[in-house]
């Protein structure tokens, strides 16, 4: 008969697997009673929880409503913290000789601390035409234009827009918008030799800032009314520059007794910003 080798076990440990052998049968019951146990009350809490969401969801969709329409406090300080969306006037149009069409809105970001970039695009919903990348700083009021199209229908869409809060609104406006538009002129082209009317002007940047690109909004005005549009880029204008732009009309014009220019810039883009040795 073989022995077993308990010459290495201690009393202690003997006594310890004995008890064990004598109690697993009552140590396996009562592991299976404890799990039996715990899955119930799990169960039921788990029903617990499902029934009192349900008895009190109309409650919590009441609630919610009440936050969001009956101005709560809270909501009146989130929107107050919020932009105000843009002020868009209707388009107009302005017809060429040549059979296209020139559209223009008035656009205003009504905001003191906002600053939105945007694209927008004109279409008569059968023709659409392509997306043009313009932004509104804060308080601005400016023109958006689209030029040359086949179409005289015109309805402005605009899509991703993107605001941003932006600091120093005043001081950073007033040291980079500094260009100054004098002697302007209208030099009458000849339809027949294929010359094209042009307007003359001179820009200074007086800014202490040098731009890659400046746009220029061109109005031309007959008895008071506008009637005709125009724009034009100017690359690597440099802090102190003075230069003479020249604009082009490649169809005829009515009788013009005045010329608007507007610079366009956003003051806020610092990556259009010419550095030291450019």
Known sequence: MVEAPTHNLTDKQLKLS??????????????????????VLLWLLFGWQTADFIANY???????????FTGSPYLELLNSRRPQELIISDSRSFSEDNG???????TKNPNNDWLVTFDYRFSDGDKEGSYRHSFAMPGEEKYLMDLGHEVSASKLE????????????????????RFEVSDEKLYAGNAAAGEPNRVVFKMTNNSAFGFWNVGAQVFLYSAGELVS???????QFRAGEARQIEVDWNYRLPGIDSIEVRPELNAFDDSNIMKPGD
Request: proline share 0%.
């Open 18 to 39: 004995y008890w064990y052998i004598s109690h697993k049968l009552k140590i396996r019951r009562y592991t299976t009673i404890f799990l039996i146990v715990a899955a």
């Open 229 to 235: 549009i125009n724009y034009i880029d100017v690359k």
């Open 100 to 106: 296209r069409y020139d559209f223009l809105a008035l």
């Open 58 to 68: 109309n409650f919590d969709q009441y609630r919610v409503g009440r936050l969001l």
């Open 158 to 177: 605009i899509i991703n827009q993107y605001w941003k809060r932006v600091e120093k609104v005043e001081s950073t406006i007033n040291s980079r918008l």
